[in-house]
């Protein structure tokens, strides 16, 4: 039982996490996904967890064309997360949220090129969409590196709290 709290509260979050979108494109949701393996300890269950996660919001948030291009930069963002975040350092921390960000960014407008007709499809269309997608790559950085600090601080506090009682293995 204590083996599936990690993995159904990163799922639940994470569930939760998509309906956060006041300000689009900011929400926890790849700050959680980058911290997923961090927190479950094995890339599977945590590719599992964020995959099942996300398929479920989707079914009832709806679907878009490119959706498999977001689920795979979700897996990327997780071995991102598995690299990165072996031990919780700042720097790790802020490396691998730029790179999720990042990641995020040119796999999912790439697939929204490649699947929607809104762009010609040749390399102008290309370039002319991830133009247009910076707007929302501000946000998307803004929110996973904020995030992704807020997890951070968390953990470390959590850490030093509850450290003098060896209840923290990490």
Do not use: H
């Amino acid at each position: 039982m204590k083996n599936l709290i990690a993995p159904l509260l990163i799922f639940l979050l994470l569930v939760l996490s998509r309906y956060m979108n006041d300000i689009p494109n900011f929400t926890p949701t790849i700050a959680l996904i980058l911290f997923s393996n961090y927190f479950i300890n094995d890339k599977y269950i945590s590719m599992f967890t964020v995959l099942t996660s996300q398929i479920i919001a989707d079914i009832f948030i709806g679907t878009y064309s490119y959706i498999f291009f977001v689920y795979f930069s979700y897996i990327i963002i997780i071995l991102v997360g598995e690299f990165y975040l072996k031990e919780l350092k700042f720097k790790s921390v802020i490396i691998s949220s730029f790179l999720a960000a990042s990641i995020f960014f040119i796999v999912s407008n790439f697939g929204f090129w490649f699947a929607e007709s809104l762009y010609s499809n040749d390399l102008n269309g290309l370039i002319a969409c991830y133009i247009a997608a910076i707007p929302f790559f501000d946000d998307s950085l803004i929110s996973s590196s904020l995030y992704s600090v807020t997890i951070y601080a968390l953990c470390k506090f959590y850490k030093s709290l509850f450290s003098e009682m060896n209840i923290v293995k990490k």
